[in-house]
T-cell receptor, first 109, second 113 residues
C-alpha cells in the first residue's frame, strides 16, 4: 500500500459547487497533517494544517479520521481561483514529509 | 524575509554536463530537502538534511549529490546530467521536525538535451 493515496481527478465542478477530496495514509504514527495547494508548475503552498480531528478556515474544512486513516478536504462555494492541485501530506515527526500525487481541481464558469 | 530562494530558475544542459542547483533559506530552519517533480507526478524526495552537517538519501538519489554548506544553504549537484533528469526541482525547509509546515522555493526548471 502506498504511503499516501489520493484520487488524481481531475474533479471538474462549476463555480459555487461544494467539492470534497479524500486522502488515505498508511503510517499510523502520523501525528500532523497538511493540505498544500499547488498551482501549475509552481511551488506548493500550505493551505491548512490538521493536528486534531479537524480544522476550518473560511470555505475550507479539513477532517481527520485516525481510525480509518484518512483525511478529507471540503471546499464550499468553489471559485475559479480554487483551480489547482491539492496535495495531502501526513507527517510523523520524522524528517521526511510524505507527499501524495495530489488531486486536480478544475472550477469552470 | 525572502523565505526559500533557488538559483537558477531555468537551466538547459547537454547530456554529460554538470551543474549545481543552489538553495538558501533565511528562516533559521533546521531541516532542508530537495525534491523533483515530473509532469503529472507527485513530489519525490531526492535528498534531505535533518540538520547542519547531516545529509541522507531520499527516494530517488541516484545521479545526484548534495552539500549542506551551512544552516542556510543546501545545494544539489548533478555530476553527469542525463535526459531522465529533466524535471522541476524544488527545495524546501522546515523548522524543527516534520510536525511543522514545509516552505518551498520557487523551483528550478531543468532540461537535459
Amino acid at each position: 500500500r502506498k504511503e499516501v493515496e489520493q484520487d488524481p481527478g481531475p474533479f471538474n465542478v462549476p463555480e459555487g459547487a461544494t467539492v470534497a477530496f479524500n486522502c488515505t495514509y498508511s503510517n499510523s504514527a502520523s501525528q500532523s497533517f497538511f493540505w498544500y495547494r499547488q498551482d501549475c508548475r509552481k511551488e506548493p503552498k500550505l493551505l491548512m494544517s490538521v493536528y486534531s480531528s479537524g480544522n476550518e478556515d473560511g470555505r475550507f474544512t479539513a477532517q481527520l479520521n485516525r481510525a480509518s486513516q484518512y483525511i478529507s478536504l471540503l471546499i464550499r462555494d468553489s471559485k475559479l481561483s480554487d483551480s489547482a492541485t491539492y496535495l495531502c501530506v501526513p507527517s510523523g515527526g520524522s524528517y521526511i514529509p510524505t507527499f501524495g500525487r495530489g488531486t486536480s481541481l478544475i472550477v469552470h464558469p | 524575509n525572502a523565505g526559500v530562494t533557488q538559483t537558477p530558475k531555468f537551466q538547459v544542459l547537454k547530456t554529460g554536463q554538470s551543474m549545481t542547483l543552489q538553495c538558501a533559506q533565511d528562516m533559521n530552519h533546521n531541516s532542508m530537502y530537495w525534491y523533483r517533480q515530473d509532469p503529472g507526478m507527485g513530489l519525490r524526495l531526492i535528498y534531505y538534511s535533518a540538520s547542519e552537517g547531516t545529509t541522507d538519501k531520499g527516494e530517488v538519489p541516484n545521479g545526484y549529490n548534495v552539500s549542506r554548506l551551512n544552516k542556510r544553504e543546501f545545494s544539489l549537484r548533478l555530476e553527469s546530467a542525463a535526459p531522465s533528469q529533466t524535471s522541476v526541482y524544488f527545495c524546501a525547509s522546515i523548522q524543527g521536525a516534520g510536525y511543522n509546515e514545509q516552505f518551498f522555493g520557487p523551483g528550478t526548471r531543468l532540461t537535459v538535451l
